[in-house]
T-cell receptor
């Protein structure tokens, strides 16, 4: 079945470092791809999305490009801040009637000043 | 837009007891989802409603679990005869047909 694989964390970076969190997926058909973020004590929030191949989603300095040839949707940010410390989840929606999401296991990012 | 609201935030219960959680979705959203999240894992899909109709249930949803959305607005998730393995964060999300899922803050269940 459809699935999402994320790099394991925690990822620990110094402020202003470059961030990459890898995400690959397995899906039949043409899924939509998402990154959600969960800040400490808060609910999941949509960070960015891409609905078709070669689309680039971007928000708050984060970017991810839908790569069909490598079945990947890696999250990047050029210069992280302490406030970016959170758990990041890659997810796919297989499409169809329900619009449900299938999540990866999450990657904890800790940014140190 | 007040967001998705879930109650209670925390629930501690003894094994064998029944528990019920409530979710109030964003008012204009006709789709409602329940997920379960255990420590160190991503959320796992449990069930989906479109208006009041329950259209999909995961194999994770055993016979002890039941969800309702009687008037197509709020939803309840009941777990009967709770087991320690039911301890998890239960998340509710809502959406419209052309919007992404919006999640609540969840109900954390601890079964002792």
């Amino acid at each position: 079945g459809d699935s999402v694989t994320q790099m394991e964390g925690p990822v620990t970076l110094s402020e202003e470092a470059f961030l990459t969190i890898n995400c690959t997926y397995t899906a039949t058909g043409y899924p939509s791809l998402f990154w959600y973020v969960q800040y400490p004590g808060e609910g999941l929030q949509l960070l960015l999305k891409a609905t078709k191949a070669d689309d680039k989603g971007s928000n708050k300095g984060f970017e991810a490009t839908y790569r069909k040839e490598t079945t990947s949707f890696h999250l990047e940010k050029g210069s992280v801040q302490v406030s970016d410390s959170a758990v990041y989840f890659c997810a796919l929606s297989p499409g169809g009637a329900t619009n449900k999401l299938i999540f990866g296991t999450g990657t904890l990012l800790a940014v140190q000043p | 837009d007040t967001g998705v609201s879930q109650n209670p935030r925390h629930k501690i219960t003894k094994r064998g007891q029944n528990v019920t959680f409530r979710c109030d979705p964003i008012s204009e959203h006709n789709r409602l989802y329940w997920y379960r999240q255990t420590l160190g894992q991503g959320p796992e899909f449990l069930t989906y409603f479109q208006n009041e109709a329950q259209l999909e249930k995961s194999r994770l949803l055993s016979d002890r679990f039941s969800a309702e959305r009687p008037k197509g607005s709020f939803s309840t998730l009941e777990i009967q005869r709770t087991e320690q393995g039911d301890s998890a964060m239960y998340l509710c999300a809502s959406s419209s047909s052309d919007s992404p899922l919006h999640f609540g803050n969840g109900t954390r269940l601890t079964v002792t």
